[in-house]
């Protein structure tokens, strides 16, 4: 299973756009790569999830370079409703069993 | 939108007691999960369920734990004889896979989870 890095906290001012990157070197050939959203005291939510170069939907932008050992979510324009934890995860979304393992994850502050 | 629900929000219990939580997965998905997560720490992933059998596991889910889908709606985990380092919130989760050719995308919808406090 591929290990992810990311850094533990962030800080940003509203508004501005904030770009969290990830590291997984040893992604395999059949993994994904997906981030979610976390507020204290509920579930993960879903934001993202990419394989290979740009994806993006109404709330976020993944980059995924070319040799895909890291991806970078954007998210644009912040507000403090963004203040919450992302996580980035590799996992095999072909094999039905999908161990999916959260990584520490980074703590996104958006400061007014 | 549906949702993946959990109840109870907040269980307590005393050591040594069992404890059933349970989940009700969005209709039409197929795979299923448990995760849990201590206070202040990441999500660990506990077990995934598909074809109403367990697909994969991880170390945490010992002997002490078990899941079933008993009626086509719920899907429960139960510890049998809890410990005190069991306290923890306990997320469900379903999964919708999407295939459009060679491309799969998988997305996890987690339930608001369920406080487990063991005494």
């Known amino acids: 299973l591929a290990k992810t890095t990311q850094p533990i906290s962030m800080d940003s001012y509203e508004g501005q756009e904030v770009n969290i990157t990830c590291s997984h070197n040893n992604i395999a050939t059949n993994d994904y790569i997906t981030w979610y959203q976390q507020f204290p005291s509920q579930g993960p939510r879903f934001i993202i999830q990419?394989?290979?170069t740009k994806v993006t939907n109404e709330v976020a932008s993944l980059f995924i370079p070319a040799d895909r050992k890291s991806s970078t979510l954007s998210l644009p324009r912040v507000s403090l409703s963004d203040t919450a934890v992302y996580y980035c995860?590799?996992?095999?979304?072909?094999?039905?069993?999908?161990?999916?393992?959260f990584g520490t994850g980074t703590s996104l502050t958006v400061i007014p | 939108e549906p949702e993946v629900t959990q109840t109870p929000s907040h269980q307590v219990t005393q050591m040594g007691q069992e404890v059933i939580l349970r989940c009700v997965p969005i209709?039409?998905?197929?795979?299923f999960y448990w995760y849990r997560q201590i206070l202040g720490q990441k999500v660990e992933f506990l077990v995934s369920?598909?074809?109403?059998?367990?697909?994969?596991k991880s170390e945490i889910f010992d002997d002490q734990f078990s899941v079933e889908r008993p009626d086509g709606s719920n899907f429960t985990l139960k510890i049998r004889s809890t410990k005190l380092e069991d306290s923890a919130m306990y997320f469900c989760?379903?999964?919708?896979?999407?295939?459009?050719?060679?491309?799969?995308?998988?997305?996890?919808?987690f339930g608001p989870g369920t406080r487990l406090t063991v005494l």
């Open positions: 369920f598909y074809n109403n059998e367990i697909s994969e």
């Open positions: 989760a379903s999964l919708d896979r999407r295939t459009s050719g060679v491309l799969s995308t998988d997305t996890q919808y």
């Open positions: 995860l590799v996992g095999d979304i072909t094999n039905t069993g999908n161990q999916f393992y």
């Open positions: 209709s039409n998905h197929l795979y």
């Open positions: 990419g394989y290979k």
